[in-house]
């Protein structure tokens, strides 16, 4: 899906390893958050954590270099969790994160999930304001893999 000439939303593909790796890293350290097992396994082999069990992976570009990324994972009720969204700071502001959410719920439709999930932490502001603005609302705790997870979110497809 193409913005403009300079960003686009694309496929993951095994030459965005490391710029997954290191976004993922980044935006994880930026929080004060420390990387956890989950984080582990999806930072360190997305194709196998993520890929593989029928999820995807979108990155942002811009001329061509990846400032930021998502991931779109299958649940068990037949809905698709976001996860590991982030922009690049110098890539902030030109509206990257809305479309990867476009992108997932783009995906979710094409594959006839009700809903989309995340979980985030109440520290990530301009995360959870754009999550609002985007048609997410709240639910009730749930268990989580994460400590930082404090906020529990869905948006009805």
Same mark, same amino acid.
């Given at each position: 899906m193409?913005?403009?000439?300079a960003? %686009?939303i694309v496929?993951?593909r095994?030459a965005h390893r490391? *710029?997954?790796?290191? $976004?993922n890293a980044?935006?994880?350290?930026?929080g004060g958050f420390?990387?956890?097992?989950? *984080?582990? %396994?999806?930072?360190d082999d997305?194709e !196998?954590?993520?890929?593989a069990i029928? +999820?995807?992976?979108f990155?942002?570009?811009? *001329? !061509?270099?990846?400032? =930021?990324c998502c991931?779109?994972l299958?649940?068990?009720d +037949?809905g698709?969790e976001v996860? %590991?969204?982030?922009?690049a700071?110098e890539a902030?502001?030109? !509206?990257l994160?809305?479309? $990867?959410?476009e992108?997932?719920?783009?995906?979710? #439709?094409?594959?006839?999930?009700h809903r989309l &999930?995340l979980?985030?932490s109440?520290? $990530?502001?301009p995360? #959870?304001?754009? &999550?609002d #603005?985007? =048609?997410?609302?709240?639910?009730p705790?749930?268990?989580?893999?994460?400590v930082r997870?404090d906020?529990?979110m869905? %948006?009805?497809?």
């Amino acid at each position: 899906m193409t913005l403009n000439s300079a960003l %686009k939303i694309v496929p993951y593909r095994p030459a965005h390893r490391a *710029d997954w790796q290191a $976004l993922n890293a980044a935006w994880l350290a930026a929080g004060g958050f420390t990387v956890e097992a989950k *984080d582990r %396994k999806a930072i360190d082999d997305p194709e !196998g954590a993520i890929l593989a069990i029928g +999820g995807h992976i979108f990155i942002a570009e811009r *001329d !061509g270099a990846a400032v =930021g990324c998502c991931a779109l994972l299958p649940m068990a009720d +037949g809905g698709r969790e976001v996860a %590991k969204m982030t922009v690049a700071p110098e890539a902030r502001g030109l !509206g990257l994160a809305r479309r $990867l959410l476009e992108a997932c719920e783009a995906q979710a #439709r094409t594959v006839g999930a009700h809903r989309l &999930y995340l979980e985030t932490s109440s520290t $990530l502001a301009p995360a #959870r304001a754009l &999550y609002d #603005r985007f =048609g997410f609302t709240p639910l009730p705790p749930a268990p989580s893999p994460y400590v930082r997870c404090d906020v529990w979110m869905e %948006k009805r497809l």
